[in-house]
T-cell receptor
Framework: GAGVSQSPSNKVTEKGKDVELRCDPISGHTALYWYRQSLGQGLEFLIYFQGNSAPDKSGLPSDRFSAERTGGSVSTLTIQRTQQEDSAVYLC??????????????FGPGTRLTVT | AQKITQTQPGMFVQEKEAVTLDCTYDTSDPSYGLFWYKQPSSGEMIFLIYQGSYDQQNATEGRYSLNFQKARKSANLVISASQLGDSAMYFCAMREGGLDSSYKLIFGSGTRLLVRP
């Protein structure tokens, strides 16, 4: 079966440009998460979507970052006016509705963003 | 505040031997889950094992076991009979489990394991 897919796999952009990163979760998974992994570091939570509930945006580092999820499926993470410190791997994960803390999250392959 | 600490940036182990990767955590929530993920050089995050805060027994999954010591707030990963393919980054993560929780994962900084032939 298909796993979590992300596109593009790599993105190089100039400082100040906007970028959009896409995530397609596993079919049937209602929860979707975005994380960021800087070089040699652990993952940092960015945002969480669950069904029609208001997203948990508590991890977004600045108002340049936003995300949406259309139709309860595909999600897009947008970074406006990119800065060099935004360079990282952006990982998307999905899971079943998290009514149990044991539900593991399935991760996509990530998008490596490089801001020059 | 929630926190995950992995104090071993790098570890070596001889092939076929066992290795323990350390993880300590801090939370005030009585309901939480602990996860270990493996990240090979290819970059994908692979789920290995889960331990719930109310689980009475230590979790095991094949060659992986979790040494859960709740009073000490530690959740060490034990890999038995190491294989060359076990060389990777290993991340410990925690999720708090309240009903209004987003169940986001809080990750440690990781341990890089290298298995020697």
């Amino acid at each position: 079966g298909a796993g979590v897919s992300q596109s593009p796999s790599n993105k190089v952009t100039e400082k100040g440009k906007d970028v959009e990163l896409r995530c397609d979760p596993i079919s049937g998974h209602t929860a979707l998460y975005w994380y960021r992994q800087s070089l040699g570091q652990g993952l940092e939570f960015l945002i969480y979507f669950q069904g029609n509930s208001a997203p948990d945006k508590s991890g977004l580092p600045s108002d340049r970052f936003s995300a949406e999820r259309t139709g309860g499926s595909v999600s897009t993470l947008t970074i406006q006016r990119t800065q060099q410190e935004d360079s990282a791997v952006y990982l998307c994960a999905s899971s079943f509705q998290p009514i149990k803390s044991s539900y593991e999250q399935y991760f996509g392959p990530g998008t490596r963003l490089t801001v020059t | 505040a929630q926190k995950i600490t992995q104090t071993q940036p790098g570890m070596f182990v001889q092939e076929k031997e066992a290795v323990t990767l350390d993880c300590t955590y801090d939370t005030s929530d009585p309901s939480y889950g602990l996860f270990w993920y493996k990240q090979p050089s290819s970059g994908e995050m692979i789920f290995l094992i889960y331990q719930g805060s109310y689980d009475q027994q230590n979790a095991t999954e094949g060659r992986y076991s979790l040494n859960f010591q709740k009073a000490r707030k530690s959740a060490n990963l034990v890999i038995s009979a190491s294989q060359l393919g076990d060389s990777a980054m290993y991340f410990c993560a925690m999720r708090e489990g309240g009903l209004d929780s987003s169940y986001k994962l809080i990750f440690g900084s990781g341990t890089r394991l290298l298995v020697r032939p």
